[in-house]
T-cell receptor, first 115, second 113 residues
Framework: AQSVTQLDSQVPVFEEAPVELRCNYSSSVSVYLFWYVQYPNQGLQLLLKYLSGSTLVKGINGFEAEFNKSQTSFHLRKPSVHISDTAEYFCAVTPLMDSSYKLIFGSGTRLLVRP | NAGVTQTPKFQVLKTGQSMTLQCAQDMNHEYMSWYRQDPGMGLRLIHYSVGAGITDQGEVPNGYNVSRSTTEDFPLRLLSAAPSQTSVYFC????????????FGPGTRLTVT
């Protein structure tokens, strides 16, 4: 079975400051990793994904994440946030070779960017 | 392309009533799924389908029914609504193969009183 932990339920940060949203996972098999963003009253949008290759992946809107297999982590970072980045961010995994394509989500981190 | 569409956006039901949440996609995706989102719990998979005529249960299937008669549509039926089914429901779709990107609809906010 797989599980995803996002320890921070809310992260307040000032505009133009850097931010890191933490994600750790547990799995007995290899997984693909994802970050999704949910703006208020909207569905989820894919920010970035790690399937294989370079452990540093870049996504949309200036976000990047680094896969660390030994620490089973996939933290999301942005060097300078904008007010428009205020949203909820979800880390998710899917097991390799899983025909159900199911996504296992963390509980989410609400990023609140203040002026 | 409209992507993934869901209707209705909002719904209030009384305990014991039944209803169907509609989901459609125009991307010819093989795979479709339903999730529910509850505060502090992320999204949890209810049912999924890997193609027309094929459905299977996810993590929290009890009280819900699905069918997939066409590639485009994947309705979710609540058979006898309960207050525990108050949630936001998201439909998602993806193409098979190596893409691994799932596209989500805008959601249906359901309240059961």
């Amino acid at each position: 079975a797989q599980s995803v932990t996002q320890l921070d339920s809310q992260v307040p940060v000032f505009e133009e400051a850097p931010v890191e949203l933490r994600c750790n996972y547990s799995s007995s098999v290899s997984v693909y990793l994802f970050w999704y963003v949910q703006y208020p009253n909207q569905g989820l949008q894919l920010l970035l994904k790690y399937l294989s290759g370079s452990t540093l992946v870049k996504g949309i809107n200036g976000f990047e994440a680094e896969f660390n297999k030994s620490q089973t982590s996939f933290h999301l970072r942005k060097p300078s946030v904008h007010i428009s980045d205020t949203a909820e961010y979800f880390c998710a995994v899917t097991p390799l070779m899983d025909s159900s394509y199911k996504l296992i989500f963390g509980s989410g981190t609400r990023l609140l960017v203040r002026p | 392309n409209a992507g993934v569409t869901q209707t209705p956006k909002f719904q209030v039901l009384k305990t014991g009533q039944s209803m169907t949440l509609q989901c459609a996609q125009d991307m010819n995706h093989e795979y479709m799924s339903w999730y529910r989102q509850d505060p502090g719990m992320g999204l949890r998979l209810i049912h999924y389908s890997v193609g027309a005529g094929i459905t299977d249960q996810g993590e929290v299937p009890n009280g819900y029914n699905v069918s997939r008669s066409t590639t485009e549509d994947f309705p979710l039926r609540l058979l006898s609504a309960a207050p525990s089914q108050t949630s936001v429901y998201f439909c998602a779709s993806r193409q098979g193969g190596t893409s691994h990107e799932q596209y989500f609809g805008p959601g249906t906010r359901l309240t059961v009183t």
